[in-house]
């Protein structure tokens, strides 16, 4: 499995995960596109270094680092959206 499937797979089980418990947030595809992008540009760095020279395989303390990782920007990024409307990225739900 390549890295950036790895990574994408875990950032749609938290925003899986996140969106079961949530009702305030916008859950429309191009918001939910634009957060997995969104992580994806700023975690890809930082999980390519932690699995360099390792196969992509999910070892479990990789795992829960890269889990609490992708948590700590998913909420930013939630953050960010519920702060400023996003438009320019077609939510159907933006006032």
Do not use: H, W
Not at 34 to 40: N, Q, R
Not at 45 to 74: C, G, S, Y
Request: charged residues 25%; contains cysteine.
């Amino acid at each position: 499995m390549e890295k950036s499937t790895v990574l994408e797979s875990i950032i749609n089980e938290v925003m899986c995960g996140y969106f079961r418990e949530e009702n305030d947030t916008c859950k429309c595809p191009a918001c939910k596109e634009y957060i997995v992008a969104t992580l994806m540009k700023r975690l890809s760095p930082q999980f390519a270094e932690m699995l360099k020279d390792k196969k992509a395989i999910r070892v479990q303390v990789v795992d829960n680092q890269i889990k609490a990782d992708v948590m700590r920007e998913f909420m930013s990024v939630i953050s960010s959206l519920k702060n400023n409307p996003q438009a320019s990225i077609g939510c159907v739900n933006n006032k």
